[in-house]
């Protein structure tokens, strides 16, 4: 089950919608990548998408994108003052290549 669902007109608007970096959408998916993180999730079903033809598509991120998805995310953030979630992300991110540099280091 998706996190959050969009009805939207076609897939084109849902593109455009992480072409440009909506604040809402990225805010959303953001938050569900951190609590799928937090939760050791092996893959997070972010939005649930209908469209206006009745067709639809459900947009997910695995793991292994995750950390990935936060830096990416991470300016974003910032310039939406949204100071405690980049707080919180960069908490993950820091984590998460902390114990990628203990395993090499083994």
Avoid: P
């Amino acid at each position: 089950m998706a996190c959050h669902c969009l009805y939207l007109k076609n897939s084109n608007e849902f593109y455009s919608l992480l072409k440009n970096r909506d604040a809402d959408l990225t805010i959303k998916m953001v938050k569900c990548v951190m609590s799928a993180a937090k939760r050791n999730k092996d893959k997070i079903d972010i939005f649930d998408i209908s469209f206006k033809d009745m067709s639809g598509m459900v947009f997910s991120i695995e793991r292994k994108e995750y950390k990935e998805l936060l830096k990416n995310c991470l300016q974003d953030m910032a310039e939406l003052e949204e100071y405690e979630l980049c707080a919180e992300m960069k908490k993950l991110i820091d984590r998460k290549e902390r114990k990628k540099n203990l395993v090499l280091a083994k």
